[in-house]
């Protein structure tokens, strides 16, 4: 099984339906963190938290949502999607202590389609 | 905005090459990180170098870091076709929150 878990994997929703995706980890890891990727764009970072009690806006928050439910999950809620969110969503663990951060390790990603 | 931003865009070489991808950011860091991401796969994490480091290697990867110039570069030696990915720099800015920039990476074409 994968330490990253990200579902559903592929998701074909219409403009304005509310989607959840749901990321989990088996890693025992504290900081978790919600990437989007465009093509040509890179990725970029849409939320991150620290622990449960900590939830942090990325460069691109704006349309987005999320809740860290327990130390191994953290969903990606889009209250009204939109065309433009269609994109490569990935969920991210990272082990790292302090200020520095470390290595990310990834899920396999959740293509998500806004009709 | 971007932190990282890879040079070329696109490499096509032949097994055997070797491939050089070039990164450069834009503010002090305390680290660089280089992902590997199979087409729409998830990334994976290929090596570290901090910024008090200048070389790196592990296995057939190696890894230049010039903090002056905030810059760095990834070599692949004796390229091989499953070489052939995505390339991302990423980095850990020394200020504001603790996270990953990426770059908007290099494609990696090796034929065989």
């Known amino acids: 099984d994968a330490d990253v878990t990200q579902t559903p994997r592929n998701r074909i929703t219409k403009t304005g339906k509310r989607i959840m995706l749901e990321c989990s980890q088996t890693?025992?890891?504290?900081?978790m963190y919600w990437y989007r990727q465009d093509p040509g764009l890179g990725l970029q970072l849409i939320y991150y938290?620290?622990?449960?009690?900590?939830?942090n806006k990325g460069e691109i928050s704006d349309g987005y949502s999320v809740s860290r439910q327990a130390q191994a999950k953290f969903s990606l809620s889009l209250e009204s999607a939109i065309p433009n969110q269609t994109a490569l969503y990935f969920c991210?663990?990272?082990?790292?202590?302090?200020?520095?951060?470390?290595?990310?390790?990834f899920g396999e990603g959740s293509r998500l389609t806004v009709l | 905005s971007q932190q990282g931003e890879e040079d070329p865009q696109a490499l096509s070489i032949q097994e055997g090459e070797n491939a050089t991808m070039n990164c450069s950011y834009k503010?002090?860091?305390?680290?660089l990180q280089w992902y590997r991401q199979n087409s729409g796969r998830g990334l994976v994490h290929l090596i570290l170098?901090?910024?008090?480091?200048r070389e790196k290697h592990s296995g057939r990867l190696r890894v230049t870091l010039d903090t002056s110039k905030k810059s760095s570069s990834l070599l692949i030696t004796a390229s091989r076709a499953a070489d052939t990915a995505s390339y991302f720099c990423?980095?850990?800015?020394?200020?504001?929150?603790?996270?990953?920039?990426f770059g908007k990476g290099t494609m990696l074409l090796v034929s065989p």
């Open positions: 991210a663990t990272s082990d790292q202590r302090g200020a520095n951060t470390g290595e990310l390790f």
């Open positions: 890693k025992g890891h504290d900081r």
């Open positions: 938290s620290f622990d449960v009690k900590d939830i």
């Open positions: 503010t002090s860091i305390n680290n």
């Open positions: 170098i901090r910024s008090n480091e």
């Open positions: 990423a980095a850990s800015s020394i200020s504001g929150y603790s996270t990953l920039t």
